[in-house]
Nanobody
Framework: EVQLAESGGGLVQAGGFLRLSCAAS????????VGWFRQAPGKEREGVSC????????YYSDFAKGRFTISSDNAKNTVYLQMNSLKPEDTAVYYC??????????????WGKGTLVTVSL
């Protein structure tokens, strides 16, 4: 059974940082890409970043460039999202997802249940 389990969300003040983790199991990690997506209240889900596990290539949405960093620990089947300089508009439920290809479209093969990030003023 494929499982993606996010952790690391919480409440942080604007300008602060958080590191999200996504622990994967049930599939061959190296054959997939893992992405982070987010959904703010009242808005559609949007792509944040993606990493190709096999070669480490990364992609970022414009709003994530320069503030967020995606990385993977292949020995632990875990992908991280380091989020710095957080803004109130980053408040959202953050999901990790896995797919054969690395992209930021909302049609990934597998999804986690999400972790809530709240950024206060």
């Amino acid at each position: 059974e494929v499982q993606l389990a996010e952790s690391g969300g919480g409440l942080v003040q604007a300008g602060g940082f958080l590191r999200l983790s996504c622990a994967a199991s049930g599939f061959t990690f190296d054959d997939y890409a893992v992405g982070w997506f987010r959904q703010a209240p009242g808005k559609e889900r949007e792509g944040v970043s993606c990493i190709s596990i096999s070669d480490g290539r990364t992609y970022y949405s414009d709003f994530a460039k320069g503030r967020f960093t995606i990385s993977s620990d292949n020995a632990k089947n875990t992908v991280y999202l380091q989020m710095n300089s957080l803004k109130p508009e980053d408040t959202a439920v953050y999901y990790c997802a896995a797919d054969r290809g690395c992209h930021l479209y909302d049609d990934m093969d597998y999804w986690g249940k999400g972790t809530l990030v709240t950024v206060s003023l």
